[in-house]
Structures are given as C-alpha cells and as structure tokens.
C-alpha cells in the first residue's frame, strides 16, 4: 500500500507552520503523516523531519510539499533530495511550482533542475581551481591564516594554564577544540593554520 506523505518546513521559530499545514491537509495528506521541521535556514543543516520522512519513504509513496525549497536552502540540496526521491522510486508533488514528477512535464522539470545544481557544482569547482591557480601565480601561501591573532593566542595560552577547560576556552574563542588544542601545544612563535 502506497502513501501520501507530506513536509513542512520554516527557518525560525518565530515563523508558523500552519498555513503550510493547512495546504498540505488540503492537498490529501492525513495529518499524522506530515512530517515537519523548524530550524536554522543554514545550508547543511541537519532536518530531522525531512530525514524521518526521506526513512519511512517506500517505492510508490508521494511526497508533497507546498513549494519546493522547502526540501532545502540551496539548488543542490533541493535536487539532491528530488535525485534521492527519484532513484528510490518516490513520487514527488510541490503545490505552488505545479510540479509532479508522477507527470512527464513534472520528471522534466525535476530533470532540469537536476543539470542546473549539476551545473552550479561545476562551475563552482572551475571558480576554486581558478582562484587557486590565481593565488599560486600571485605566490599568495594557499594555508588559511590563523583564526586568532597573535595576541589573542597568547591570551588563550594563559587561560589555559590557569585550568580552564580546553573546550569551554574554545567556545568562548569562537575555535574549534582541535583548533585550540594545536594553539596550546605550539610554541608561540608558530602560527598553525586553522580547519
């Protein structure tokens, strides 16, 4: 038996689901199987609704959404997830776009957005290269500079030697543990790139 399963999605608390949640009733989707999120509208972020739902899937089953970005913040993320919805047999309906890739137009649609994200990576790959070789010419170091100054390692140095946490001197230096950590066991002199 296939299902009709749906997914709402809003970058801040302050936003409301409902009007969402209204169209996607609207649009034949029982209740207990929409799936939502409420989150930060970071690329990558991790969606807990979108990964329930993209778990409990099954070949023939219909997903919906009330507009297509809702299945991510950028091109890719959005045709990454319509790819996966695809390949795994997963029909995919977005209300305001009309698309409905259980239609021709609507897999040629999904088709084409599939070759623009394919696209965007691409040339996204040749700008890194260019700027690369760009900076090689130039003899600019291809290291990131450090994230802390000079002095600002200093100051992390001493607080360290204090007892402080390592993790919470982290924190409150906007670094990463691994970042301070190398800061720490460095002499002074030398300025490790950060990750």
Do not use: C, W
């Not at 899937?57 to 009330?66: E, L, M, Y």
């Amino acid at each position: 038996m296939t299902a009709t399963l749906g997914y709402a999605r809003v970058s801040t608390a302050g936003q409301d689901l409902n009007a969402q949640l209204d169209a996607l009733t609207a649009a034949g989707v029982e209740t207990e199987r929409i799936h939502t999120d409420t989150l930060s509208g970071a690329t990558g972020t991790h969606r807990p609704g979108l990964a329930a739902l993209l778990n409990y899937a099954r070949d023939g089953d219909t997903v919906i959404v009330t507009a297509i970005d809702r299945l991510g913040r950028s091109v890719a993320e959005v045709t990454r997830t319509i790819a996966d919805l695809g390949q795994r047999g997963i029909l995919l309906r977005a209300l305001r776009e009309g698309v409905d890739t259980a239609t021709p137009t609507g897999r040629a649609v999904a088709a084409i957005m599939a070759t623009l994200a394919e696209l965007e990576l691409e040339l996204g790959r040749e700008r890194r290269a260019a700027s690369r070789h760009a900076r090689r010419t130039r003899g600019v170091p291809a290291t990131k500079p450090p994230k802390l100054s000079p002095d600002r390692q200093e100051q992390l140095r001493r607080l360290a030697a204090t007892g402080e946490p390592v993790a919470e001197l982290a924190a409150a230096f906007g670094i990463g543990r691994a970042t301070a950590y190398r800061y720490l066991t460095q002499p002074p002199s030398a300025a490790p790139s950060s990750t």
